[in-house]
């Protein structure tokens, strides 16, 4: 009898049950000649195998892997398990060991179901299901489903076998969450291989007043400008905060928090970024208003879960960093996975930097501390382990006073849970088809962050024409996207030692960074690399915030700044709307307006040079041209 589940494992899969070192261990016996077995199949499926070192190892044929049995003295898996099974499957003839096929988990029966459950699960799972889900299913060779609510992510590696079923919580398999995700695939459309499915009471009605008196704060600003507001309209918005939905109050604490930048002057303040809070504020509580069915309300509004909560004791494997240069600071941004739930966060310090003031490079600001003196690039090159602590809704690490300690990893990122950890490049790409525009999601850090195997470089090299250092990766299906990474005069070393890593021989493991699509293909921003190392030791580079590693001869970088997006026209326009209001505008008759409208009908444009242009003398133009530039700014966005 052939044994579908076992040759479905893979060493990941094997890794999840136990864990990698037994899994390497087992793969190294495996691979020399000093061991044999003595091998027994009955037609029910038991496997038997008398090792020559004594070990006796039986797979019953009824049983998951989980339930074998082998004569040693431990009490859980073993790796005489895991080499059986590894063995076992290079037995298996081509004939015998199927291509993998992509299958979607809603086609398991009700019947095997109630075989591979109990009742209380079965119950549980209908109560959970009772109270509201929203989750993102994917169907792939090893389908996964995130649940936004009521949490959790659950990982099938073995087709029409619940067993096996792999659970972020801590309920032994198959957990509720599991069954709950089945139901959540049936409803998937037939033609469709992902989307986003959102059921029960989680679309309830809102009260539409603290989504009016938002918009009209909007308006205000718009009319009289922020120069000419006092601070009982900052006091205002944090009011209606305290009232609102968790991401639109997010947005209008946002909002306060740029008031008071400019009230105080600060070189950090940024009208374009006012601007977009505002144009997705109005765009959030238009759909919110309007029930918009393509996109689920829970994403747009957010759920009770979406606000800050107390941790206890956790670990956080770092994932690299980026950095991102505003007005008068920059910003070291880490990005971490916590261990047991899955989640991405990032810790983040940002640096003031007065004009007056010599910049440092990246590599230099990430040697300041973040975590118990523990320096930044240390952080996202190491694991965190807290006792104590908060996670933001937004997804942002807040340590405190808390005990932690910073200690190094060794890059095992098989480990890493989904949908963070994807198979390959397909697995992204469908998970962000199906993720609509950044203001209509979840407000949370890391939602395009992704950490993906690799198989091979191609083509790395510096490009001039857009001071970015580009290469081809190659996942382990054969499937490639384009890692593309900026070169800037702070960030030389890190790029360097980037382009020094792609170039070399080492054998790269892992990539790891915020993704964008591009068409029908994704593009990579890398926050960190994983290489194999000498013996079976592995490295990163970080490519933000590594020192330079080798001298590298390419063409210096063209300091010419690029022309700005066909949408970035406008910001000047709203930006100067913003500042000083539409009644001021409407008797100045700032020349650049006009400048800027032309150019927009130069663009083809039409629609917002036409808001533009009767937004100085009518003010709820300005609220249609705002996001209609929010929303084209993130549409037309080339990553």
Same mark, same amino acid.
């Given at each position: ?86 063995? #076992? ?13 992509? #299958? ?269 003196? !523990? ?8 694991? =965190? ?7 933001? !809704? ?126 029908? !293909? ?67 008759? #700032? ?8 150019? =927009? ?23 249609? !041209? ?14």
């Amino acid at each position: 009898m052939n044994r579908p589940d076992l040759i479905a494992l893979t060493p990941d899969d094997l890794a999840a049950l136990a864990n990698r070192g037994l899994v390497k261990r087992a793969q190294k016996e495996v691979e020399t000649a000093d061991l044999s077995a003595q091998w027994t199949e009955t037609d029910e499926g038991t496997i038997t195998a008398i090792w020559s070192d004594g070990a006796t190892c039986v797979l019953p044929g009824s049983k998951t892997l989980k339930e074998a049995r082998c004569d040693c003295a431990a009490l859980d898996m073993c790796r005489h398990l895991l080499r059986t099974v590894l063995a #076992w499957q290079a037995r298996q003839t081509v004939s015998e060991a199927k291509t993998p096929e992509v #299958w979607n988990p809603g086609r398991i029966t009700d019947a095997l179901i109630e075989s591979q459950t109990t009742k209380t699960t079965r119950d549980r799972a209908k109560l959970l299901w009772s109270q509201g889900v929203l989750a993102e299913v994917l169907c792939a060779v090893k389908p996964s489903a995130r649940f936004h609510c009521p949490g959790h992510t659950v990982r099938f590696p073995v087709p029409d076998d619940l067993r096996y079923a792999q659970c972020s919580c801590s309920d032994p398999a198959p957990c509720a969450h599991a069954i709950m995700v089945l139901q959540a695939f049936r409803l998937l459309p037939a033609d469709q291989s992902s989307g986003i499915v959102s059921e029960g009471p989680l679309d309830a009605p809102v009260e539409r007043d603290p989504l009016d008196a938002s918009a009209d704060c909007v308006r205000e600003l718009l009319a009289n400008g922020l120069a000419t507001l006092s601070t009982a309209w900052r006091d205002r918005v944090r009011r209606i905060a305290a009232e609102s939905l968790p991401w639109p109050a997010q947005i209008l604490e946002e909002l306060a928090d740029d008031f008071d930048r400019y009230t105080a002057r600060d070189a950090g303040f940024s009208p374009e970024d006012m601007l977009l809070r505002c144009g997705e504020l109005l765009l959030r509580s238009d759909a919110i208003l309007a029930g918009c069915a393509p996109v689920p309300q829970a994403f747009i509004r957010g759920l009770k879960a979406d606000r800050d909560s107390e941790l206890g004791s956790a670990r956080f494997i770092g994932l690299g960093a980026n950095v991102l240069e505003g007005r008068g600071s920059t910003s070291v941004n880490v990005f971490l996975q916590e261990i047991d739930s899955g989640h991405t966060v990032n810790v983040t310090r940002e640096f003031k930097e007065p004009p007056e003031v010599v910049k440092k490079p990246f590599h230099q600001l990430a040697q300041s501390p973040s975590v118990k003196d !523990a320096s930044l690039a240390a952080l996202a090159a190491g694991q =965190l382990v807290t006792q104590g602590g908060k996670r933001t !809704a937004a997804g942002r690490l807040v340590i405190g006073r808390a005990r932690a300690v910073v200690n190094p990893q060794n890059f095992a990122w098989e480990q890493l849970k989904a949908p963070l950890l994807a198979e390959d490049f397909a697995e992204i790409t469908a998970r962000l088809r199906l993720l609509p525009p950044a203001c209509f999601r979840p407000r949370r850090a890391g939602g395009d962050f992704h950490v993906c195997p690799l198989q091979a470089i191609d083509g790395a090299r510096f490009d001039s024409s857009s001071n970015a250092i580009i290469a081809r990766l190659i996942d382990s299906t054969g499937a490639a996207c384009l890692l593309k990474h900026p070169w800037t005069q702070r960030g030389e070393n890190g790029a360097d030692s980037l382009l020094a890593a792609l170039q070399s021989q080492a054998r790269p493991l892992f990539i790891a960074g915020q993704v964008r699509s591009s068409g029908t !293909a994704i593009i990579f921003h890398p926050t960190a690399l994983v290489l194999a190392g000498e013996g079976t030791s592995r490295r990163v580079v970080l490519p933000w915030i590594s020192p330079q590693t080798a001298t590298l001869h390419h063409d210096a970088p063209s300091l010419v700044q690029t022309m700005p997006r066909t949408y970035a026209v406008a910001a000047e326009c709203l930006a100067e709307l913003l500042l000083q209001g539409s009644s001021r505008l409407a008797s100045r008759q #700032w020349p650049g307006w006009q400048q800027h409208i032309d150019t =927009l009908e130069a663009s083809g444009l039409h629609q917002m040079a036409a808001l533009l242009h009767q937004s100085r003398e009518q003010p709820v133009r300005a609220l249609h !041209a705002l996001k209609l530039w929010r929303l084209g700014t993130e549409l037309s966005a080339s990553p």
